[in-house]
T-cell receptor
Framework: GEDVEQSLFLSVREGDSSVINCTYT??????LYWYKQEPGAGLQLLTY?????DMKQDQRLTVLLNKKDKHLSLRIADTQTGDSAIYFC??????????FGTGTRLKVLA | EAEVAQSPRYKITEKSQAVAFWCDPI?????LYWYRQILGQGPELLVQ????????DSQLPKDRFSAERLKGVDSTLKIQPAELGDSAMYLC?????????FGQGTRLTVV
């Protein structure tokens, strides 16, 4: 079946790196995504990675994919207070169907 | 910059009343989704359209929920009658081949 799991909370100090982890179950997923959600708002696409890649870097964001272990991570370098939000991992489980995790609430301490 | 438009942003309704949400996807996106997000949880797919056709509505409570996308562009999600447990954020998204973009959502409160 399809299932995406994330830890619920992460707290870091401003300026440190944040690493948010995700595990998924559908090995046929073609793309894997990270979305950011601020309070009361919709989901903002941050980045995504194609399943044949191991790593993707986009400014302060680094995505690592371990396809063997079905593990995805998002590293945010130099974390700022504006990065405080809920981060969702999602897999594209074929036929363009997106399955989301429960979200990781990131709190950045000044 | 192209965006997914949703209205209204907020809706308060009494239980047993009817309520409707509207979504206008990014121009050219054939795939449109309605998701429901309960507070503290991730979005769950209610219905997926490809053009005007329903691709997946397996999680849509069809006794009270309906969705349509008559001309393959904008879409309406309706709940009738609303129940207290329907209180949630209703998110619309549209996708290209590789990326799905979300609207700001409609927060529904049923009292």
């Amino acid at each position: 079946g399809e299932d995406v799991e994330q830890s619920l909370f992460l707290s870091v100090r401003e300026g440190d790196s944040s690493v948010i982890n995700c595990t998924y179950t559908d090995s046929s997923s073609t793309y894997l995504y990270w979305y950011k959600q601020e309070p009361g708002a919709g989901l903002q696409l941050l980045t995504y990675i194609f399943s044949n890649m191991d790593m993707k870097q986009d400014q302060r964001l680094t995505v690592l994919l371990n396809k063997k272990d079905k593990h995805l991570s998002l590293r945010i370098a130099d974390t700022q207070t504006g990065d405080s939000a809920i981060y969702f991992c999602a897999e594209n489980a074929g036929t363009y169907k997106y399955i989301f995790g429960t979200g990781t609430r990131l709190k950045v301490l000044a | 910059e192209a965006e997914v438009a949703q209205s209204p942003r907020y809706k308060i309704t009494e239980k047993s009343q009817a309520v409707a949400f509207w979504c206008d996807p990014i121009s050219g996106h054939a795939t449109l989704y309605w998701y429901r997000q309960i507070l503290g949880q991730g979005p769950e797919l209610l219905v997926q359209f490809q053009d005007e056709s329903v691709v997946d509505d397996s999680q849509l409570p069809k006794d009270r929920f309906s969705a349509e996308r008559l001309k393959g562009v904008d879409s309406t999600l309706k709940i009738q009658p609303a129940e207290l447990g329907d209180s949630a954020m209703y998110l619309c998204a549209s996708s290209s081949l590789t990326e799905a973009f979300f609207g700001q959502g409609t927060r529904l409160t049923v009292v």
